[in-house]
């Protein structure tokens, strides 16, 4: 009972899947965390502040 | 002299606005927080079983008591080393710079004494297992050479046969009881004990069982099934499905190509150039043409564009 409330919502633990491309081997898990954190720089940059068309700047 | 336009310069004449960090960090930390604990829920985290030497022995026998050899003759990964644990050899060294021999033995380990003679020792005595420790706790150092010499001259054609290791030899004197004990220590799983607990009262040092392990080449084939050997730019995964430690990759790619692929001071050059690298990162500011990248690629002008662009209105 203890064990199946512990239990992940989705399992991890299978065997892993790895990208290779020539002497470059990556998991798809790392492959996927790279690209979001790609995704979110790229966010960052361009994502508007939140509040800056109606906040007055101060001189 | 004209001073660099990446020192020189001009003070900022355009609008300000209020900034509050407290908020800000507030809000990045219940971001964070809600993260982590969804995805803990949704995903948990890695659970792969511990190998312990007792797992070993049962499913690789033979493997168990060729790397117990090993460590008998002195042949094994541990045994040729160098520091931190003996002084058969130099080590790893950058160069001429002998860095492990100068840091000296700092963790000892005898692999005769430490993983067989000692483990054997504190089992419960049987008479044929004290009368080869008296045997070879008796003996003079030629004499264990040879007995050692002779069992593994003929251990091409060891073979593990209802619980028992065995090795066509007669001129090995105690070492056959001592190794054939020592695998049925282990498959009962007091090795694993044993190993630990020699370090004192607290058994939180797993030093001498995860060395044990290395020696051996189950360890190692079970790492390579999970990705995880340095040749496979371990160093960054995890088991199973989990995303591991990606902000390592630039550590593990030196491993990948020559000539660290291939040295055998490779984890010394490496960290030596992850050094180097650290230092030019610390250093930026300092470094013409290093300094002036940001200035050249002009991304501050796409996070200040509104500045940017009322400017060029």
Do not use: C
């Amino acid at each position: 009972m203890a064990e199946s409330l512990l239990a992940a919502l989705v399992s991890l633990n299978g065997p892993g899947h790895y990208f290779h491309w020539h002497w470059i081997d990556i998991s798809y898990a790392n492959l996927t965390v790279i690209a979001l954190m790609v995704v979110t720089f790229v966010a960052a940059l361009f994502v508007p502040f939140p509040g800056r068309r109606h906040k007055k700047e101060t001189k | 002299m004209s001073e660099s336009p990446d020192v020189k310069v001009a003070p900022w004449t355009g609008p300000q606005r209020p900034y509050d960090i407290i908020k800000e960090g507030t809000i990045a930390f219940v971001v964070v927080a809600i993260l982590t604990i969804g995805l803990a829920l949704v995903f948990s985290s890695p659970d792969d079983p511990q190998v312990t030497v007792q797992q070993w022995s049962t499913k690789a026998p033979i493997d168990f008591a060729q790397t117990a050899l090993a460590e008998l003759n002195g042949t094994s990964g541990t045994a040729q080393y160098g520091a931190p644990y003996n002084t058969a050899s130099s080590g790893q060294q950058l160069g001429p710079f002998t860095l492990a021999k100068w840091l000296g033995a700092t963790i000892p380990v005898n692999t005769v004494r430490d993983f067989v003679v000692d483990p054997l020792t504190d089992q419960p005595a049987t008479p044929a297992l004290s009368s080869a420790l008296t045997q070879w706790k008796g003996a003079s150092a030629t004499q264990r050479t040879a007995w050692v010499d002779a069992y593994t001259k003929a251990s091409g054609k060891m073979t593990f046969t209802n619980g028992t290791v065995s090795v066509p030899t007669n001129a090995a004197g105690p070492v056959p009881v001592m190794i054939n004990t020592l695998e049925q220590m282990a498959r009962s799983g007091a090795l694993d004990q044993a190993l630990v607990t020699q370090s004192g009262f607290y058994t939180s040092n797993f030093t001498l069982p995860l060395l044990f392990l290395a020696d051996g080449s189950y360890l190692g084939d079970l790492a390579q099934q999970r990705h995880l050997l340095g040749t496979q730019w371990g160093m960054m995964n995890e088991t199973g499905n989990y995303p591991g430690q990606a902000w390592l990759w630039l550590y593990t790619f030196w491993y990948q190509v020559p000539p660290f692929s291939t040295s055998a001071n490779a984890d010394v050059q490496v960290w030596g150039i992850m050094m180097l690298l650290s230092l030019l990162l610390l250093l930026v500011p300092f470094i013409p043409g290093l300094r002036s990248i940001p200035r050249w690629t002009r991304v501050y002008r796409l996070i200040w564009r509104d500045h940017y662009r009322a400017q060029g209105a």
